[in-house]
Nanobody, 121 residues
């Protein structure tokens, strides 16, 4: 069983930054970061392939969020800059057994427990 452990969430003022981390047990996976705000559907905010050479961002976060990975540490990061109140959500990391970038949530095989990000105005 794969374990994904997120950390780095918290409370930040609008315009601030946070960096989330997701440590995975076992082998290396293609990874994604999702978020879900109360009353809203889960949304992909970033994805990265297994090697770290390809990434994907939706327009809502492009230019503000950066996904990266350190395969030696089996850890994926989400650097979030210029945060807005609408970025407030529980953020989850997810892992897929494949090689490439995965943009569909239902394709991910494993999920972390989530970390709360709150952006105050």
């Amino acid at each position: 069983q794969v374990q994904l452990v997120e950390s780095g969430g918290g409370l930040v003022q609008a315009g601030g930054s946070l960096r989330l981390s997701c440590a995975a047990s076992g082998r290396t996976y293609a990874m994604g970061w999702f978020r879900q705000a109360p009353g809203k559907e889960r949304e992909l905010v970033a994805a990265i392939d297994r090697s770290g050479s390809s990434t994907y961002y939706p327009d809502s976060v492009k230019g503000r969020f950066t996904i990266s990975r350190d395969n030696a540490k089996n850890t994926v990061y989400l650097q979030m800059n210029s945060l807005k109140p609408e970025d407030t959500a529980v953020y989850y990391c997810a892992a897929d057994r494949g090689l490439g970038v995965v943009t569909v949530g239902s394709r991910y095989d494993f999920w972390g427990q989530g970390t709360q990000v709150t952006v105050s105005s």
